[in-house]
């Protein structure tokens, strides 16, 4: 519990490699709730399934994202209530997804994401 006070939500890049830690920005990185989100690997799909851009330049098929810096542009937080007394904050941001083309980094997407922290115990009715 947060004792009936806001939280207000940090988050903090690790580098390369797609990690992402959100905290309550008052305890800062030392959180013990704080959440760390993972993006393993992201690849574009064609409407069968099929991956594109796996194997011609530019890669639209990322692995790993070691090689990927993130940006959080247009965060935006949002609380919600999930219907009796279950209350959630939705957390939006984007970045950009660059590759290689002839020796060149390029801007191939933007990855948007949204992640959905419930914030309270209780049940959804």
Do not use: W
Request: charged share 20%.
């Amino acid at each position: 519990g947060d004792g009936g006070r806001p939280i207000r939500t940090g988050l903090h890049i690790l580098g390369r490699g797609g990690k992402i830690n959100i905290y309550d920005n008052a305890i800062g990185l030392g959180d013990p709730n704080r959440i760390t989100v993972e993006i393993d690997y992201i690849a574009e799909l064609d409407l069968g399934g099929n991956r594109v851009g796996a194997t011609s330049q530019p890669i639209h098929v990322f692995n790993n994202l070691a090689n990927q810096y993130f940006t959080i542009d247009e965060l935006t937080l949002n609380d919600e209530s999930l219907g009796g007394d279950v209350k959630s904050r939705s957390i939006s941001f984007g970045t950009d997804l660059m590759s290689q083309k002839q020796g060149q980094s390029v801007k191939i997407g933007k990855l948007e994401l949204m992640i959905h922290v419930v914030k309270t115990a209780g049940v959804i009715s």
